[in-house]
C-alpha cells in the first residue's frame, strides 16, 4: 500500500511554544490530507480537511488560528500547534488519500507532549 | 462528531479462536474501512468496501457491509497473539475524498 510518513514522530515542548507536525505521502499525489487528533483511548477525532493550494476546512470546535496547515504541494502537508498548552498534548495522525472514495492511508502519527 | 459505534468494546479470545467485531452507523455512505491500531502507534488500513458490496475477504479477515441495517461486521479467523490491537471502523460519506470518521473501536486481546 501507500506510505505516509509523519516528522517528528514524538515531540516535547514547553507551553506557549510552536511545533510544527510534517506528514509526506511518499509514493503517491495527495491532493488532500486529513489531520486527526487522538486522545488516549479514544477513536480519533477529525481535525481538519487540507487542500492542496487552497485553505484548509476545519471542524467544529477546532480553532484555525491555533492548529495552521499547509499544504504547498501535493505530497506535504504541515500542521503547527501555535502557543500550545498542556491540554493540547495528545497523538497528531494525518492522512493522505490517491483519489475521491479511494483508501485512505495514515501516518504514523505524531505524540506531542506540551509540559 | 462519530458516526460509528462498535460492538463489543472490548473482546478476549484464545489464540485459534474468530473474533467477530460489528459497527453501525448512521447516514448513507460511499464506502467503509476498517482500520487496526496498535497501542499508541499508527493506523494499519485492513479492508474497503464500497456501499454496493456486501462481502469481501482479505485473508483471514471478512468483512460484511449491510446498508439496509448500516451495520458492517469485521471476522478475523483463527486468531493470533499479534491480532491484539484496537479496530475501528470508518465511513466515507461521498466520493469527493471526505475525510472519514472513525467508530470508538474495539480493543481486542488475542492470549495464546
Known amino acids: 500500500g501507500a506510505v505516509v510518513s509523519q516528522h517528528p514522530s514524538r515531540v516535547i515542548c514547553k507551553s506557549g511554544t510552536s511545533v510544527k507536525i510534517e506528514c509526506r505521502s511518499l509514493?503517491?499525489?495527495?491532493?488532500?490530507m486529513f489531520w486527526y487528533r487522538q486522545f488516549p483511548k479514544q477513536s480519533l477525532m477529525l481535525m481538519a480537511t487540507?487542500?492542496?493550494?487552497?485553505?484548509?476546512?476545519?471542524e467544529q470546535g477546532v480553532e484555525k488560528d491555533k492548529f495552521l496547515i499547509n499544504h504547498a504541494s501535493l505530497t506535504l502537508s504541515t500542521l503547527t500547534v501555535t502557543s500550545a498548552h498542556p491540554e493540547d498534548s495528545s497523538f497528531y495522525i494525518c492522512?493522505?488519500?490517491?483519489?475521491?472514495?479511494?483508501?485512505?492511508?495514515f501516518g504514523p502519527g505524531t505524540r506531542l507532549l506540551v509540559l | 462528531s462519530q458516526q460509528g459505534e462498535e460492538d463489543p468494546q472490548a473482546l478476549s479470545i484464545q489464540e485459534g479462536e474468530n473474533a467477530t467485531m460489528n459497527c453501525s452507523y448512521k447516514?448513507?455512505?460511499?464506502?467503509l474501512q476498517w482500520y487496526r491500531q496498535n497501542s499508541g502507534r499508527g493506523l494499519v488500513h485492513l479492508i474497503l468496501?464500497?456501499?454496493?458490496?456486501r462481502e469481501k475477504h482479505s485473508g483471514r479477515l471478512r468483512v460484511t457491509l449491510d446498508t439496509s441495517k448500516k451495520s458492517s461486521s469485521l471476522l478475523i479467523t483463527a486468531s493470533r497473539a499479534a491480532d491484539t490491537a484496537s479496530y475501528f471502523c470508518?465511513?466515507?460519506?461521498?466520493?469527493?475524498?471526505?475525510?472519514?470518521?472513525f467508530g470508538k473501536g474495539t480493543t481486542l486481546s488475542v492470549s495464546s
Open positions: 470508518a465511513t466515507a460519506f461521498n466520493q469527493a475524498g471526505t475525510a472519514l470518521i
Open positions: 509514493d503517491f499525489q495527495a491532493t488532500t
Open positions: 487540507s487542500n492542496e493550494g487552497s485553505k484548509a476546512t476545519y
Open positions: 468496501i464500497r456501499s454496493n458490496e
Open positions: 492522512s493522505a488519500s490517491g483519489g475521491p472514495g479511494e483508501t485512505q492511508y
Open positions: 447516514t448513507s455512505i460511499n464506502n
